[in-house]
């Protein structure tokens, strides 16, 4: 059992940063890889990056260079700096948890990131 709990969304300008941190709870959150989506109003929720046990990243093509994705272990904590946000980028985000080879199984309650143009 994991539970996930993200924090750092809130308003920022076209142009500017936000870090997003997912704190999760359990003994294994080591072996688990953990990803971010997010969910725009009126939109199905989208991928946006993942982080594996191993530490193994991947984007969605519209974040590549702008977001990136992080993981501290010892700390069970996984990060999503974000540069450069858009309006675009505006939604919930999630962060998700699932064991290697197996579907996302864990969620968080989500963060809102809000980018004004």
């Known amino acids: 059992q994991v539970q996930l709990e993200e924090s750092g969304g809130g308003l920022v300008q076209t142009g500017g940063s936000l870090g997003l941190s997912c704190a999760a709870s359990g003994r294994t959150f080591n072996t688990y890889n953990i990803g971010w989506f997010r969910q725009a109003p009126g939109k199905e929720r989208e991928f946006v990056a993942e982080i594996t046990w191993t530490g193994a990243k991947t984007y969605t093509d519209f974040v590549k260079g702008r977001f990136t994705i992080s993981r501290d272990n010892a700390e069970n904590t996984v990060y999503l700096q974000m540069n450069s946000l858009k309006p675009e980028d505006t939604a919930v985000y999630y962060c998700?948890?699932?064991?290697?080879?197996?579907?996302?199984?864990?969620w968080g309650q989500g963060t809102q990131v809000t980018v004004s143009s």
């Open positions: 998700a948890a699932r064991p290697y080879g197996a579907t996302w199984q864990y």
